[in-house]
């Protein structure tokens, strides 16, 4: 069986683009091979092989678990952007009765009327209601009062 050689890479594999490997390359790598294998007979030689494999692997481990922890963390930045991109666009006034909610935790329809100067209760719990309905704050009845609360 004879060797052969590429001339050029990337080219088709044809027999007139090969020539024969050198004879005297050709036993250097043989016996290179050869010295290889009779050093893998060693069980010491095989121990140092399988801590550096060892080392190598915890390395790598190390360096996916902090690629892992950034790409998390990428992630994280990705869905508040969208989150916030998703936020609805709301009314000058809608923004400071959310900001009232939320600095007051809680607040009925009058609370919002009283604070804002709307004229009657219902033009307060009808924006109130609109916000809720957005998901932008929830509703609950405590006794005979609703009360408003941020999300």
Do not use: W
């Not at 050689?5 to 016996?31: L, S």
């Not at 121990?47 to 998390?72: P, S």
């Not at 009314?91 to 939320?102: G, Y």
């Not at 007051?104 to 109130?128: H, I, Q």
């Amino acid at each position: 069986m004879r060797d052969f050689v590429a001339t050029n890479a990337g080219d088709v594999m044809d027999d007139k683009q090969y020539k024969p490997i050198d004879n005297a390359f050709h036993k250097e790598i043989k016996n290179d091979l050869e010295h290889n294998m009779e050093k893998f007979k060693d069980p010491m030689v095989l121990g140092e092989l399988l801590y550096r494999l060892l080392e190598e692997r915890e390395n790598t481990n190390r360096i996916l678990k902090n690629i892992l922890t950034k790409l998390e963390a990428m992630e994280q930045r990705v869905q508040i952007t969208d989150v916030q991109l998703q936020e609805p666009m709301l009314p000058e006034i809608d923004e400071q009765i959310v900001a009232f909610i939320k600095q007051t935790v809680k607040a009925s329809a009058e609370e919002v009327r009283a604070k804002f100067n709307y004229k009657g209760k219902n033009a307060a719990s009808a924006r109130l209601n609109r916000l809720c309905d957005m998901g932008i704050l929830h509703k609950k009845q405590i006794g005979k009062k609703v009360f408003f609360f941020p999300l």
